[in-house]
């Protein structure tokens, strides 16, 4: 088995650490140690293994959130990508086929891809305000789809599925036999304040993938799960086994201390996007006068928006020469396999963002100025 390249990931990682201006994160600035803790002591946390599915008052409290699901109805893993990666492997064998939403974080993708199973897209429609297209999706499944993989809300458009889109999607899984899986790792983070619906208890044949990163401001800990069948749970487990074993006891602990405080931790995610967002509003009505117009649709969760510039130029030439120049990182649209648009993540401190907006301003100036003197 042979991985293509996570080609984002890799990015982020070799340069986020680099640069002077970073709008490339997907989450809201995180919390710290002292915050998350408050007064509770850790000194008596025992550094000892922790249970390889989890611990029992960990996976109690996961459980609460999905109601109906039972503890040994989940699997604690390290992170939400543990959670993906383990779904994909458990249940593909090559030359199976995914049907998998567009534009998506591209880790279940690429895995799954690598796992030598077919994927094929069924897209979010930029121009219908990234609404599904269900009728792309009736006609991608086929005997041979074993998955139909979900991100929602949506990475990277902040897009989030109503009520009768997930149900029509729940009769397409049904219909197929398809394991279905949900990456809800952004639910929580809604814009309004009130919590999408959950593909939790609409069908039985799921994997709900989700965890502490992004709603929660905790990409730190590592701590994601995956809520599933009984049978499947156990499945997962032992391959994780064989994967990174068990969950560092600290971060067991802290998940638990964070999932007791998740309304306080919610309301402090959606208070910073609440503050943020409307700079990201202000800065694309900003270039109304431009010579390169932006639009977006509105982000209804998490602290990312897809904003498409009005320029022929390469997404990835654009952050290249924001990297080099400016010393700015931002996420490309050719890292959802896609172009003409930046991921611009407004989760960072407020200076950083507006600083970072401006700079983009300036370069796509620049662009656009070339561009005219070359014609
Ligand atoms: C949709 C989605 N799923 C999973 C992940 C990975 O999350 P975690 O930090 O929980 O592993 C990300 C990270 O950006 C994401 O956007």
Redesign the pocket.
Known sequence: MKFEPFVM?RCLCRWENTVDWNISE??VHPMTLAELAGDVDLGDTLLGYTQSNGTIPLRERIAALYPGSTVDQILV????????FLSALTTLSPGDEVVAMVP??M??IGACRSLGARVIPFPLVEADGWRPDLDALEAAVSPRTRMIAI?NP???SGAVLTEDEMNRIVEVAERSGAWLLS?E??RGAEVSGEECPTFWGRTSKILL??????AFGL?GL???WTVTTEAKATELWGHRDYSSLALSAMSDRLAQIALDKRPQILERTRSIIRRQLPIVERWIASHAGHPVRLRWTRPLA?A?AAVRYDHPIRSEDLIERLRIERSLLVVPAQHFEMDGFLRIGFGAEPHVLETALSIISETLAEVAQETAVAA
């Open positions: 990931e997907s989450g893993t390290t992170g939400t990508a543990e959670a993906n998506n974080y880790q279940l991100c949506n990475n990277p990456d790792v952004y993938n989700a965890g502490l990163s992004k990409p590592r701590v994601g998490g990312i």
